[in-house]
């Protein structure tokens, strides 16, 4: 991967390490590609698709050289194309259902996404106008993929929109929690600037809650949607967890995207407690500022790990090590209190529950340590409880309950979309791109819901 992780590399040389990793198609390339497409007429890339891109339709724009309306086709169904075509699992999904896996390779469906939406970063290109005002109004709590979404939707028809982010940016994960070299914080950023551009007011460092209170946005709006994501990686519950040395893997990617590099993992060992998508982002990212060993660690098996394939694969090429069915009992420091190792147990696997998942449970005298000096916590993420119980609606451990098809909450006043809505066997998979289709399908809803309430009240 080109990664230069030598213990003398200085702060400077580090930013090499972070340029983003896949290069783009050239215009040969693209247009060769998109030309063995067989542009079908039933296309099973657009139902695999959750935003249901005419994905057939923008190839053959890209084949002819119509790259705006290539683009314009790709936005018109995702607001955020551009962060998609680069985070999107598209072997899973597009490429994964093209008819050419039968005989040939796919097409590259992700690299022409990105070949098209690209040009329009370049170009400065300026896709959609506001929808003529209706005199609605409507709240987004968030200002990441979901909330974005939906915003753009109802401008497009016509509400006038707020969103309240808490952060000093909007973008929520794809600008803050996506590594720099996978996701570059410009593409973020021209997202968003495209949907401010549709007369959305988003009000950064604004926490709901704290700087405003929850009841004066349910009086001033005429509808609420809940983007809010989730939080912090909850605590370990073990001993050493206040020492120097152990991170929130949600903290340290972020702080990767929007502070200068530091040298302090230089020649490093570093343990990370996880294996989903967060936890293989912390791994590489450690890798990349400059870490001598990468262990993940893992409770159960491969089978059970929730990160990507893709993922794990770009793991395993960067030198990332994985232990399976180790977990984590206690972290080790010195009298300054720095972390100097892990103590660890190994793990087996139960038979299946109620929930079809085997249980890790931890095997008796099989206590080893590991000497490493960071641990970063990937263990998860907590979610905003009180928040939720500030809106007073229905959730179960964070988790909000709303209607499967309208987003509505128990509040019929107030929507919810995103990852405030996954968990616990609901709502489909935590992927940008279903946060995108999310926020899209609430918007419909309160379109439909506000137009319904003038024809019963008229």
């Known amino acids: 991967m080109g990664v230069n992780n030598q213990s003398k590399i200085s702060s400077e040389d580090l930013s090499l390490n972070f340029q983003e990793i896949v290069p783009g198609l050239t215009k040969q390339e693209a247009v060769e590609e998109a030309n063995r497409c067989l542009y079908c007429y039933d296309a099973p890339c657009i139902n695999a698709c959750p935003t249901g891109i005419d994905i057939p339709s923008f190839i053959k724009k890209i084949a002819s050289g119509n790259l705006k309306g290539s683009v314009k086709t790709i936005l018109t169904a995702n607001p955020l194309g551009a962060s998609c075509s680069r985070v999107c699992p598209t072997e899973e999904l597009c490429e994964g259902a093209c008819v050419l896996n039968h005989s040939t390779k796919p097409i590259m469906i992700g690299h022409l996404q990105r070949y098209a939406t690209d040009w329009a970063i370049q170009n400065e290109q300026s896709l959609f106008t506001a929808g003529k005002e209706n005199g609605k109004s409507v709240a987004i709590v968030g200002g990441g993929p979901a909330g974005l979404s939906a915003a753009r939707e109802l401008a497009l028809l016509g509400f006038k929109v707020t969103i309240f982010e808490a952060e000093d940016k909007a973008g929520g994960l794809n600008t803050y929690g996506i590594v720099p070299f996978r996701l570059p914080l410009n593409i973020s950023y021209w997202e968003v600037k495209q949907i401010e551009s549709l007369n959305v007011e988003i009000r950064t460092g604004t926490r709901v809650g704290q700087d405003i209170a929850v009841e004066e946005i349910m009086k001033k709006y005429d509808a609420i ?156 993420q907590s979610r905003y409880v009180e928040l939720i119980e500030q809106f007073q609606l229905e959730h179960n451990e964070g988790v909000v309950k709303i209607h499967p098809t309208t987003y509505q909450t128990s509040n019929q006043k107030v929507f919810a979309c995103g990852d405030v809505i996954y968990g616990k066997g609901l709502q489909g998979d935590a992927m940008v791109v279903t946060a995108v289709q999310q926020g899209k399908e609430s918007a419909y809803a309160i379109h439909q819901f506000l137009n319904s309430s003038v024809i019963e009240t008229a």
């Open 225 to 380: 949607i809940l983007a809010i994501g989730m939080s912090k990686v909850p605590e370990l519950g073990i001993d050493g967890e206040d020492l120097t040395g152990v991170f929130d893997a949600i903290e340290f990617v972020k702080e990767t995207k929007t502070k200068p590099l530091t040298t302090q993992l230089l020649g490093k060992k570093v343990a990370v407690i996880g294996a989903g998508n967060t936890a293989i982002d912390a791994a590489t990212n450690s890798v990349r500022l400059g870490a001598d060993n990468v262990k993940i660690l893992y409770r159960r098996t491969r089978e059970e790990m929730t990160a990507y394939e893709f993922e794990y694969e770009f793991a395993k090429q960067d030198g990332v090590e994985f232990r399976w069915l180790t977990a984590p009992v206690g972290i080790l420091g010195d009298e300054l209190g720095n972390v100097t190792g892990i103590e660890c147990i190994n793990m087996k696997l139960t038979e299946p529950g109620e929930d079809g998942r085997r249980r890790p449970v931890p095997i008796k005298g099989t206590e080893f340590i590991l000497a490493v000096d960071a641990v970063i916590k990937a263990n998860g």
